[in-house]
C-alpha cells in the first residue's frame, strides 16, 4: 500500500516515527514538501547541533556523512527512527520517498496532512539546508 503525505507545517519527529512505523510494516511512504516541516526548538540551538553532528569526527575519507538538502535530512532523521542494522530495518528504508515540492505524479492525489506544533519557536528543514550550506 502507498501512503502519501504532505510535509507543511509537520513537527519533523512525529512525521518520522510515523513513516517509519508504516514502513517497518510493509507500505511504500512518499513524503511531499519536505522541505516545509519544521524542527521545534531554538533556530540557534538546532543548527549548532545539526553543525557540530557534520563535523565531528570528520576525516578526508571518513564520516558520518550528514545531509546538507532538506529532503535528505528528512530521510536521514527517519533512518534514525528504524532498527538500521538488521534487514528489515535496511528494507523499510528503500521503501520511503522524500520530495522537495509536489511532483505532478503526485499532484491529484489524496495526502495525509499533520497538525500544527504548540511551540513559538521553529525552524523549517529548508532554512536549517540554507544556513548549513552557509557554514
Partial sequence: ???IL???NAVVGRLAVFAAKKALEGNKIIILNSEKAIITGN????LARHLQKSRLGVGVQKG???PKRAEMILRRIIRGMLPWKRTKGREAY????CF??????YKDKEMKKFEKPIKTKTI???????LVRQK
Avoid at 43 to 46: A, E, F, I, N, R
Avoid at 94 to 97: L, Q, S, V
Avoid at 124 to 130: C, P
Fill in 94 to 97: 528503500k521503501r520511503i520517498k
Fill in 1 to 3: 500500500m502507498e501512503i
Fill in 100 to 105: 522537495l515540492g509536489i511532483p505532478t505524479k
Fill in 64 to 66: 558520518p556523512n550528514i
Fill in 124 to 130: 523549517t528543514l529548508e532554512r536549517l539546508s540554507q
Fill in 6 to 8: 504532505d510535509a507543511t
Fill in 43 to 46: 533556530p540557534k540551538l538546532v
